[in-house]
């Protein structure tokens, strides 16, 4: 008797737990970056369904531009958030590396503000990756709970 009651009561639990909406959160949890084009897409479609970003994790490069696209009030970071940001540049067929100063001063605007300020203290963006961490992160981004 004690056996199906018990049986019943995780019956119900689960069925309860089946119609109950979780909240819905993308995890970052480790990217190096790459190609701009599917990070602007997959950013732009995190934006439009209303999840929460996670970043748990190294962000670098075309990563962080989850910060111009998605709300800031729907990001936040753990302590092993890091961001890495640098100047934008193209490569050829040959693995070259090219700068796009142009490209460079849009996403830079891009960015929130308090982004832009702590890159602008650092130097500005360069072929240099500024690591955005620890205490400097956690005073433009919320801890996650």
Do not use: N
């Amino acid at each position: 008797m004690r056996r199906i009651t018990c049986l019943k009561a995780l019956m119900l639990a689960s069925a309860l737990l089946g119609v109950t909406p979780a909240a819905a959160e993308i995890r970052i949890i480790q990217s190096p970056g790459g190609q701009v084009g599917p990070f602007l897409d997959l950013f732009e479609k995190v934006r439009e369904s209303g999840e929460r970003v996670v970043i748990d994790g190294p962000c670098l490069s075309a990563c962080t531009l989850v910060l111009s696209i998605v709300p800031g009030e729907r990001i936040c970071v753990t302590k092993r958030a890091v961001l890495g940001f640098h100047a934008a540049r193209s490569v050829d067929r040959r693995g070259r590396f090219y700068a796009e100063p142009e490209a460079s001063v849009a996403v830079l605007a891009a960015y929130p503000g308090p982004v832009r300020d702590w890159i602008s203290r650092r130097g500005g963006l360069s072929s240099r990756l500024l690591l955005l961490k620890g205490r400097d992160l956690a005073a433009i981004y919320p801890r996650c709970r």
